[in-house]
Every structure is written in C-alpha cells, then in structure tokens.
C-alpha cells in the first residue's frame, strides 16, 4: 500500500515565525489532505489538495503530484497553531492512509 | 450545519467487554468511515461505508465491525475488548460519491478506555 511520510516529525518555532511541513507518498493518489488535530483530538479540515496551491490567510498548500509530496506553510506563526497536522491521502484501493504527523509546538 | 457527532465522547470499558460506538454525519453526507487513533500505531483506516454496505476495510481483527443504517449514521463494534483497543475512535463523513472528489470532514471522537 501507499506509503506516506512527513517531516519533521517535531518543529518547535517561536511566535511570528513561518515554517514548512512536508508530506511525501510513495504512490499516485486521488485525494489528499491536510488536517490540524488540536489538544482535544479534534482533527480540522485546512486543504484538500491533490493536485496545485491553495491559500487560507496564513496558511497555503502546495501539492506536486508527479513529485509525490505536498507542502504545508504556515506563515507569522501564533500560539493557538501548536498542535499535531497531518497529511492523509487516498489511492488506489480507497483506503485513506494518514501520516504520523508533525507536531508543533509555538513558543510565545 | 452541524458537524459529524459522536458519541459517547468518552467510555470506561473492562477487558473481555463489548462496546458499540455511534457516529451521525454532516446532513447530506452519506460515506461514513471510522478511524483508530493510538499513539503507537497512529490514525489506522477501520472501515467505509455507503448506501448500508461497507465499501473498504482497514487490517484489523473481525471484533471490529461497523453497520450504516438508511439514514446514513453509523454505528462500529468492538467485541471481546483488549488493553490494545483503548483509543480515540474517530468518525468522518464525506459527500462522496454525489462530488467526485472524497474530502473527509471529522467528528470529534470518542476516547475509549479498557481497563
């Protein structure tokens, strides 16, 4: 099955700082998104991107395909960001694989 | 709209016990699938379903079972609970297959102990 991993695993910034989060997989895929699981467990939606770039404030994705990786950025980080994203993808068997995750930790 | 609700949030269950989890999508959403969350295995694919049939099924024992019902709320199983099956039991909802593309909305979990 499809492979995915991201990096790095651990990223400690402080406030106002950007930062790029990678997800790389090991096959072609039909889907692919980003989440933010917050304290609490609750995993929020930022992009479903399979394929191009999107922005959302201070959040943008950027997904390469052909590559296999996408790119999380974070920009003028703040507190309330800390916490764990993931990237998940679906291939060919329909069965969405979910990265481990980067945690993030910003320091105010 | 509300969101994907789960419940119980939390349960307290002994070994050797079954517990049954409840999961409602996002009104109109009718793809339900479950995840487990630990913090050794990470977020594992349990199983998917539409129109009341399980269209996928994640590597796990056959105490997991699931069933949707007509109105599109889901409900899994975990029978002959084990110390390794306490987690957090995470429901999405998707409107695939009315779009084309299958982008996953979460709820908020149940935390399942086994003792």
């Known amino acids: 099955g499809i492979q995915v991993e991201q990096s790095p695993p651990d990223l400690i910034l402080q406030e106002g700082a950007n930062s790029t989060l990678r997800c790389n997989f090991s096959?072609?895929?039909?889907?692919l998104q980003w989440f933010h699981q917050n304290p609490w467990g609750q995993l929020i939606n930022l992009f479903y991107?399979?394929?191009g770039t999107k922005q959302n404030g201070r959040l943008s994705a950027t997904t390469v395909a052909t590559e296999r990786y996408s790119l999380l950025y974070i920009s003028s980080s703040q507190t309330t960001d800390s916490g764990v994203y993931f990237c998940?993808?679906?291939?060919?068997?329909?069965?969405?694989?979910f990265g481990a995750g980067t945690r993030l930790f910003v320091k105010a | 709209k509300a969101g994907v609700t789960q419940t119980p949030r939390y349960l307290i269950k002994t070994r050797g016990q079954q517990v049954t989890l409840s999961c409602s999508p996002i009104?109109?959403?009718?793809?339900v699938s479950w995840y487990q969350q630990t913090p050794g295995q990470g977020l594992q694919f349990l199983f998917e379903?539409?129109?009341?049939?399980?269209?996928n099924k994640g590597n796990f024992p056959g105490r997991f079972s699931g069933r949707q019902f007509s109105n599109s709320r889901s409900e899994m199983n975990v029978s002959t609970l084990e110390l390794g099956d306490s987690a957090l039991y995470l429901c999405?909802?998707?409107?695939?297959?009315?779009?084309?593309?299958?982008?996953?909305?979460f709820g908020p979990g149940t935390r399942l102990t086994v003792l």
């Open positions: 991107i399979p394929s």
């Open positions: 379903y539409f129109s009341e049939t399980q269209r």
């Open positions: 009104s109109g959403h009718r793809s």
């Open positions: 096959d072609s895929v039909n889907n």
């Open positions: 999405a909802s998707s409107l695939w297959p009315d779009v084309s593309y299958n982008e996953q909305f």
């Open positions: 998940a993808v679906e291939g060919g068997g329909f069965k969405t694989i």
